[in-house]
Nanobody, 124 residues
Framework: QVQLVESGGGLVQAGGSLRLSCATS????????MAWVRQPPGEEQEFVAR????????YYADSVKGRFTISRDNAKNTVYLQMNSLKPEDTAVYYC?????????????????WGQGTQVTVSS
């Protein structure tokens, strides 16, 4: 069983930055595809960013392109989401997710492991 623990959320003013971290217990973390997913209040979950175990095949939602960056440190078993130029519409609970499937999944249900989420609130 792989455990994921997010941190780094909080309250920030519009235009500010936050860096989310997701620490994992996976002993073979370097073999897991990782994703950041968010759920705005009253809405469904949506992909923010995802990439493969090697760091390629990177995807960003159109709404965050040029502002958010996903990265990983395999030595620390941690994936990050750097969020710059934050907007009120970025307010959501942010989750990290992982899977060891062969290809990088494009569907939420294909991610096998999920963290508990961290709240990000952007004030205007």
């Amino acid at each position: 069983q792989v455990q994921l623990v997010e941190s780094g959320g909080g309250l920030v003013q519009a235009g500010g930055s936050l860096r989310l971290s997701c620490a994992t217990s996976a002993r073979t973390f370097s073999q897991y595809h990782m994703a950041w997913v968010r759920q705005p209040p009253g809405e469904e979950q949506e992909f923010v960013a995802r990439f493969s175990w090697s760091g390629d095949n990177t995807y960003y939602a159109d709404s965050v392109k040029g502002r958010f960056t996903i990265s990983r440190d395999n030595a620390k078993n941690t994936v990050y989401l750097q969020m710059n130029s934050l907007k009120p519409e970025d307010t959501a609970v942010y989750y990290c997710a992982a899977t060891s499937r062969v290809v990088v999944p494009a569907r939420l249900y294909e991610y096998d492991y999920w963290g508990q989420g961290t709240q990000v609130t952007v004030s205007s």
